[in-house]
């Protein structure tokens, strides 16, 4: 208990420490946005006064108060769900990021469901016909597909399955035409074009392959093994509760971290496929140095790597029985 | 009956040592040190190192640990010798290419030549009539120094932020492993995306980019050193060089360090992939500002100019694909060659580099120390 209430503390501490690095870069940085801001629009207004009221309106921050109360302002209005007002997509940020949030939750989690799925399998199965042909090919094609960038790999698929094949939709998240909701070719709409964006995260199984594969094989020669084998275990308990079930556990961290990357990646996935989900939002406002809409989109999609890591620690405790004793040892 | 010469008797080099002490230092010490108390003939507490190491041991330890034993397993590892040779042409390309290869222009040469048509334009050219080959090979240099850098500051302070963090424990450690935690659930490719966009005027040079790319990438790595920390920390040579009172700067640096310097390695050179990948990310993206090409920037113009669905211009794309994911082949199968070379069986194989067994001795003396 004592863990678990340690490890939502740290979530929220990060939370905090990320709001306070996107005031400080707004605010405190040398040709920050807001001093840029009003340097920019203040000429234009009759009464120059007004651009302070502006970007207060924009950004959340009054130029002119002292420090300290801009902060404090500036965190109770985030506390609150007011991130400011986008100036390119002329809405207020919460509103945009709302509406994209679920979208990008949705390919996220699939392409790293299906990524360690696949990964994890394959390395299994890798490291059961150890030294095969089949455990050759295999391992060569975990290292190839390690070498390719996602990106890359987006693109090479987009070219062969949308453009030239058709088969797929070159860019869109949602079907035309079709009336949202739960009705079946809305959802088989939205597969169909989340699935390229899906396999382009296939990469990612190429690490998590190689990991189980050398987990497996280092299981394999424990001693605990060859008692259970002389107990007369089954097959099938041997290789879920023995070897699967030891070999991933310390593939954990990597997991964790791969979370973390692979929702950055999403900045990148979506703007290849002009998915319009969080990242999409962030490169659109980078391009027009849209200030509020940009922090406010790095620090959604940063909540939501806080909250996925937060859950997976703690499922992580009812898989791992010792995760919950060492508390922050069991990193 | 040897006990005394047991620690000096377990280094690796067992043999060579025995044949640099021409007499055996008990003769020296026996008349003095003979007690009553059945046969021991010396205290252990008076022999600290029977024998004095040379600079030119020292540097002969070294080599042996650090280049010929490693070159000795990687010699016969064909993920060695093809991972070495594809980074040496990368090598070879930033460095003598650079010369052999003029830099192209907008209109040097026809628009939109296919690759392998011209061999005055093997690779092809660009819309605006850049030559495609020209392009990649003087992005070669730029990028090379942005791993480099990257790599370099991430493995630094991963290191630094976990060995102390892990071997100083208590407040240190909370403090850093906070920092740490912080960082981790920061997804990279946006911070990185943030901090290039609102300080663009700092990041003109690709050493700073590939700083500004580790910032991103660190924190796993000091988290994974700090828990192999923990463990070595109490191992027993560490908890001696705590009794006999040397600096902490000491142990950190000569006793907990070497280590773990196989990890490190390996994980460095698995950060200069992380950081190839991550800058062109950036190019391609277009939030970076860029003067001259390369490989993310001539990915961005190609995708801009339509080569996704224009099949005379896939050459354009692909180039700087190959690019990225040659190297990144190069550096994977660097590290799992580098993973076998630190591989402590694979090691007592070639160690000497002779077929001799550098374990049996050991295994006699600690037989021999059990049984007395």
Do not use: C
Request: no cysteine; glycine share 8%; proline share 5%.
């Amino acid at each position: 208990m004592d863990w678990k209430l340690r490890r939502f503390g740290q979530a929220a501490f990060t939370v905090w420490a990320v709001m306070t690095l996107a005031f400080f870069l707004t605010r405190m940085m040398p040709g920050n946005p807001v001093d840029a801001f009003v340097a920019q629009v203040g000429p234009q207004l009759d009464n120059p006064q007004e651009a302070y009221e502006m970007a207060e309106i924009y950004m959340n921050i009054n130029p002119e108060a002292p420090m300290h109360v801009a902060y404090w302002n500036y965190m109770t209005s985030m506390a609150v769900g007011d991130m400011g007002q986008s100036m390119s997509q002329n809405a207020p940020v919460a509103q945009i990021m709302a509406e994209a949030i679920p979208w990008t939750l949705f390919v996220m989690s699939w392409a790293i469901f299906i990524g360690f799925a696949v990964g994890i399998s394959l390395g299994a199965l890798m490291a059961y016909w150890e030294g095969t042909k089949f455990d050759t090919v295999l391992t060569g094609y975990a290292t190839i597909i390690t070498s390719i960038p996602f990106y890359v790999l987006a693109l090479l698929l987009l070219i062969t399955f949308a453009y030239r094949l058709g088969w797929f939709p070159t860019s869109g998240r949602r079907p035309e035409g079709v009336t949202a909701g739960f009705n079946l070719p809305f959802i088989f709409g939205i597969i169909h074009h989340a699935a390229l964006p899906v396999f382009s995260m296939f990469v990612a199984s190429g690490v998590a392959s190689l990991t189980m594969r050398g987990n497996s094989i280092r299981v394999l020669g424990e001693d605990y093994l060859r008692v259970a084998r002389l107990r007369g275990l089954p097959d099938r308990t041997i290789a879920v509760r023995y070897i699967a079930r030891n070999a991933i556990l310390p593939m954990y961290t990597g997991l964790m971290i791969a979370i973390g990357s692979m929702f950055g990646g999403a900045v990148v996935l979506e703007e290849i496929f002009t998915y319009r989900g969080m990242g999409y939002y962030m490169i659109q406002a980078v391009r027009a140095r849209d200030y509020p809409l940009m922090m406010g989109a790095f620090t959604i999609i940063t909540i939501a790597v806080v909250i996925a890591l937060l859950v997976a620690d703690l499922t992580y405790g009812k898989i791992d029985p010792r995760a919950g004793n060492e508390g922050n040892d069991a990193f | 009956m040897t006990d005394d010469h047991t620690e000096t008797r377990k280094r690796d080099d067992t043999n060579r040592m025995d044949e640099l002490v021409p007499d055996d230092p008990r003769d020296r010490v026996a008349g003095e040190t003979v007690r009553s108390d059945g046969g021991t003939v010396d205290s252990p507490f008076e022999t600290t190192s029977s024998v004095e190491e040379t600079r030119g041991d020292r540097l002969d330890r070294f080599l042996e640990g650090y280049a010929r034993t490693p070159w000795s397993i990687m010699r016969q590892d064909w993920r060695a010798l093809v991972g070495l040779s594809i980074l040496g042409v990368y090598l070879l390309v930033a460095t003598l290419g650079v010369y052999l290869v003029e830099p192209s222009h907008p209109a040097d040469g026809p628009q939109l030549l296919g690759a392998f048509q011209n061999w005055e334009y093997p690779l092809g050219t660009t819309s605006s009539g850049r030559d495609v080959l020209a392009d990649a090979v003087h992005s070669t240099p730029s990028i090379l120094i942005m791993m480099a850098s990257g790599a370099l500051f991430t493995i630094g302070v991963g290191t630094a932020f976990g060995v102390v963090a892990g071997y100083k424990g208590g407040m240190v450690d909370t403090v850093l492993s906070t920092v740490t935690d912080v960082f981790i659930n920061i997804p990279g490719l946006p911070l990185v995306i943030v901090l290039a966009t609102l300080l663009s005027d700092w990041i003109n040079n690709p050493v700073a980019l590939g700083v500004l790319l580790a910032i991103a990438a660190w924190a796993g790595l000091a988290r994974a050193i700090r828990s192999q920390v923990l463990t070595i920390r109490n191992e027993s040579f560490i908890e001696s060089a705590r009794a006999i009172d040397l600096s902490t700067r000491w142990i950190l640096t000569k006793e907990i360090l070497p280590q773990l310097m196989p990890y490190i390695v390996v994980n460095m050179v698995n950060a200069a992939r992380t950081i190839i990948f991550a800058a062109v990310a950036l190019y391609f993206l277009g939030v970076l500002p860029y003067s001259d090409a390369n490989w993310g920037v001539m990915l961005n113009t190609a995708y801009e100019a339509g080569a996704l669905y224009r099949p005379e211009a896939y050459h354009w794309l692909l180039v700087p694909m190959v690019a990225i994911s040659g190297i990144a082949v190069g550096l994977i199968l660097l590290a799992q060659s580098l993973d076998r070379v630190f591989n402590p069986r694979a090691r007592a194989r070639h160690q000497g580099g002779e077929e001799e067994e550098p374990m049996e001795p050991e295994t006699d003396d600690t037989t021999d120390v059990m049984q007395v």
